[in-house]
């Protein structure tokens, strides 16, 4: 601060304090805030830039006057000043102001003349030529800010709301991929389930055959012996039949081995041509019965 500003006590007088033409550079915030009783505060015809955030914290101000300044923004938090009435920006490099100017609800007059402000804004700001329309503007600026707000807080809930839905969405996204991963890996157990059990019921039907095999197999011995021993007996035949011809037919029907193969062979033979007597009286009997049944 500029050394002649160095104690406020000699710039109040009542509620008000007067620091107009004191070339500050910037607002002695701290020392105002010494003094709330000090209500309003004159700080034009300096060459002040810029108001510190701090200042939003002097919300016992009523009355304050930046005329003939260098302002070229004012701090965010300035509709924290509740209590602020009046508010002279005149002949500033304003262009816009704090959307929070909205919750300004006693400011009652504004001057915003010879301040480069943006078309939308200085249409609501008007004129400013005297009291009617200062107290205008203060309304116009107050509720276009207001209007802001409102859109602003719109503008938000439907992020917000757009935020959520896609949040919705791609947690419905994530359910159903993760359902058809449940799906596909159930789809695949079950196939392999399935496949299990075709080949344990191959395995068992293919266990099945080969005991069907071997039963089948088993009594293939037994045929296999009888075939042996029909050899033999036809062998043993064979032979007996060799022995008999050369007992019979050779000079060994003499010798006492064929002796006795010789007599068997007759015996046989005698029994056989009186069986033979005995099937031919039979087969007349049967000839002569059918005979009688035929012409009765």
């Known amino acids: ?11 109040i007088s009542g509620n008000e304090v007067d620091l107009s033409l ?11 805030a010494l003094f709330p009783k000090a209500t309003v505060v004159d700080l034009s015809c300096n060459n002040i830039t810029s108001l510190p955030p701090e200042f939003c914290n002097l919300t016992h101000l009523v009355k304050v006057d930046l005329s003939k300044n260098q302002l070229t923004c004012l701090p965010d ?12 920006l005149y002949n500033n490099k304003l262009t816009v102001l704090p959307v929070s100017f ?17 078309p939308v804004l200085a249409k609501a700001a008007g004129d400013c030529l005297d009291e009617k329309q200062c107290k205008q503007c203060a309304s116009k600026v107050t509720e276009k800010y207001r209007l802001e707000r409102k859109k602003e807080a719109k503008q938000r809930e439907r992020e917000a709301r757009e935020k959520e839905a896609r949040k919705r969405e791609k947690a419905e996204e994530k359910e159903k991929r993760r359902k058809e991963y449940n799906a596909q890996k159930a789809a695949i157990a079950a196939q392999e389930q399935q496949k299990k059990k075709s080949e344990e019921k191959k395995k068992k039907n293919g266990q099945a055959a080969g005991k069907k095999v071997v039963v089948e197999s088993a009594p293939k011995p037994r045929r296999s012996l009888i075939g042996l021993l029909f050899k033999l007996l036809l062998l043993l035949l064979l032979g007996l039949a060799g022995v008999v011809t050369a007992c019979r037919l050779t000079d060994l029907q003499k010798e006492d081995v064929c002796v006795p193969i010789n007599v068997a062979v007759d015996d046989s033979l ?25 012409f009765q």
């Open 22 to 32: 004191c070339n500050l550079t910037e607002v002695p915030v701290r020392e105002l």
């Open 270 to 294: 005698f029994w056989a041509r009186e069986q033979e007597g005995v099937v031919r009286q039979l087969v007349q009997n049967l000839v002569d019965l059918k005979t009688e049944r035929t």
């Open 77 to 88: 938090d300035l509709g924290n000043l509740a209590n602020l009435q009046h508010l002279d």
């Open 102 to 118: 909205s919750q300004l609800r006693s400011l009652k007059w504004l001057d915003l003349k010879d301040n480069p402000l943006e």
């Open 1 to 11: 601060l500029n050394n002649k500003v160095l104690n406020l006590k000699d710039k």
